[in-house]
């Protein structure tokens, strides 16, 4: 899956556990509805601005798991918050954040509340301190453990976002498919970085 693709040079997407509804509430959304055309008002809300807050776009995409989509990184972007993502992983679990702008492809991840680092989804190189079990993983699929390291096995044969992707499926156990982002949606406007 090829989210650059999909969506361009300004996109990201979180995984996270628990149903939509409630991920969408911990990533600052305060009202969450049904939003049939979530994609479609995402465009327009880039195209005639926004206003006030990102609107965010939450679907479930595995037993225990949630996707949430952002389109408007102007105000940073709300699931790579290390806050949001701290709270998303809080209590044993595990959230990813993997977002692209014009000038960067990375992935972020937490377990169990705090935030191991991030990983160039270009390079495949990762940053962070101490990735424990999560690095074990990560080099399992073919990111370096080295600064000075290059991808190998699976990773090295993607494209920087279909490196995100598998970083995020490592991570979180969830593949991400096309028809994921085709909803039912879940919307909410968050002013979290606003």
């Known amino acids: ?23 969408l509430k911990r990533m ?13 008002r995402a465009t327009e809300r880039l195209v005639q601005g926004g206003g ?14 949630s996707l949430v989509v952002e389109l408007e990184g102007t105000t ?33 991840f937490a377990v169990d509340g ?16 101490d990735f424990g079990a999560a690095g074990e993983v990560l080099t399992a699929a073919g990111f370096p453990d080295t600064a000075a390291g ?13 490196r995100a992707v598998l970083a995020l499926r490592e991570m979180t156990g969830v593949q991400l ?3 994921h982002f085709h909803g039912p949606w879940l919307g909410g406007i968050s002013v979290t970085g606003a």
């Not at 290059?150 to 494209?159: F, N, Q, R, V, W």
């Open 1 to 23: 899956m090829d989210l650059t693709e999909l969506f361009g040079e300004a996109w990201c997407v979180t995984l996270a556990p628990g149903d939509a509804a409630g991920v």
């Open 150 to 162: 290059e991808p190998s096995g699976e990773a090295a044969a993607l494209e920087p976002s279909e």
């Open 114 to 129: 705090a935030v191991l680092g991030w990983l160039d989804a270009v390079t495949g190189r990762r940053f962070g301190d």
């Open 52 to 65: 006030r807050g990102v609107l965010l776009l939450g679907c479930e995409v595995a037993a225990g798991w």
């Open 28 to 40: 600052g959304a305060a009202t969450v509805g049904v939003m049939p055309n979530g994609l479609e």
């Open 76 to 108: 940073g972007w709300v699931g790579a918050s290390q806050d949001v993502l701290a709270a998303l992983s809080g209590g044993g679990r595990s959230a990813v954040c993997a977002y692209e702008d014009p000038n960067q492809l990375v992935v972020h």
């Open 177 to 179: 498919e096309e028809d």
